[in-house]
Every structure is written in structure tokens, then in C-alpha cells.
């Protein structure tokens, strides 16, 4: 049963910064062929792709966190991380990692001003 599990999430003041992780487990397969994405939803809102990161390392990002968010992968890990800098308030979020159909609990970023 393969899981995924995001971390990194927390609370913190607007300019600052978080690296949200996503581990898979579960599987003896390697997740390197697979595309991972970060999505998040907040509050009263629909669920929205954030970033997503392609096998072969090409990125795309949502034009609201362009500049300030970066996703990268270890296939070595079977891992994906999100660097979130410059956070603003509308960043607040329970953010998910997704891979080969699967998604993980959350993780929950809040912004404070």
C-alpha cells in the first residue's frame, strides 16, 4: 500500500519561509517516471495546483506563486519538497503532495500578517 506523507508544514509571518516534503512509502517501485504535484486548498475554496514537477526535472507553477515557490525532487528518496518563500497570507493552505494517483494527509501552512 503505497502512502504519502507531507511535512514541513506551520505557522509563520508573511515574508517568511517553509519547505514542505512528501515522502512515498510502500512501494518497491521507483517513483522516478512518475510526475509529482503540490496542490493546496484553502478555507471555503476549491483544491488548486500549486506546482508540479515532470521526470525529466521540467517545472510548472500556478502565476500566484511564481518567483517565490520551488519544487524539486530526490528519486533516490522517492521524495518531492516545495520552498515557499516570500509567503503572503493568501498562501494559507492545507497544501498536499500528489504522485501516480495518490495523495498524501496534508499539511497545514498558515501566514500570519
Known amino acids: 500500500q503505497v502512502?504519502?506523507?507531507?511535512?514541513?508544514?506551520?505557522l509563520v509571518q508573511a515574508g517568511?519561509?517553509?519547505?514542505?516534503?512528501?515522502?512515498a512509502s510502500g512501494s518497491i517501485f521507483s517513483f522516478a517516471t512518475m510526475s509529482w504535484y503540490w496542490y493546496r486548498q484553502?478555507?471555503?475554496?476549491?483544491?488548486e495546483?500549486?506546482?508540479?514537477?515532470?521526470?525529466?526535472?521540467?517545472?510548472?507553477?500556478?502565476?500566484?506563486?511564481?518567483?517565490?515557490?520551488?519544487?524539486?525532487r530526490d528519486d533516490a528518496m522517492n521524495m518531492?519538497?516545495?520552498q515557499m518563500n516570500d509567503l503572503k497570507v493568501d498562501d494559507?493552505?492545507?497544501y498536499y503532495c500528489n504522485t501516480a494517483s495518490f495523495w498524501g494527509q496534508g499539511t497545514q501552512v498558515t501566514v500570519s500578517s
Open 42 to 47: 484553502a478555507p471555503g475554496k476549491r483544491r
Open 16 to 23: 517568511g519561509s517553509l519547505r514542505l516534503s512528501c515522502a
Open 49 to 72: 495546483l500549486v506546482a508540479r514537477i515532470f521526470s525529466g526535472g521540467s517545472t510548472n507553477y500556478a502565476d500566484s506563486v511564481k518567483g517565490r515557490f520551488t519544487i524539486t
Open 80 to 82: 518531492a519538497y516545495l
Open 92 to 94: 494559507t493552505a492545507v
Open 3 to 10: 502512502q504519502l506523507e507531507e511535512s514541513g508544514g506551520g
